[in-house]
């Protein structure tokens, strides 16, 4: 595998993990999900340990959880860092 296509690879990887953050907060205007049921459980053991860190560093406003839009951003800048290096 050439450095292009390690890099083409890692975006896209974290492309994927901005649409599973998107579709987790979809997924918190149904709150009659259980989320310990698949395959609730697999998105939010995919997503729980990325957004954990942004949780502690803002805390919930107004009872809005705002951690997934600064993982989002994170995520973008790291995509944008990926890009020009490879």
């Keep these: 595998m050439n450095p292009a296509q390690l890099g083409y690879a890692?975006?896209?990887?974290?492309e994927l993990l901005k649409?599973?953050?998107i579709f987790r907060c979809v997924l918190t205007f149904f709150p009659a999900l259980n989320w310990d049921q698949q395959p609730?459980?697999?998105v939010r053991?995919?997503?729980?340990?990325?957004?954990?860190?942004?949780r502690?560093?803002?805390p919930p406003m107004?009872?809005?959880?705002l951690s997934p839009i600064l993982l989002f951003f994170a995520l973008?800048?790291?995509q944008g860092?990926?890009?020009g290096l490879f």
Excluded: E, H, K, R
């Excluded at 995919?46 to 957004?51: E, V, W």
């Design 40 to 42: 609730w459980l697999a």
């Design 76 to 78: 973008g800048i790291l």
């Design 56 to 58: 502690n560093l803002l």
């Design 81 to 83: 860092l990926v890009a």
């Design 10 to 14: 890692i975006v896209q990887f974290l």
């Design 45 to 54: 053991s995919a997503t729980d340990p990325l957004l954990q860190p942004f």
């Design 19 to 21: 649409y599973l953050i």
């Design 62 to 65: 107004g009872g809005m959880d």
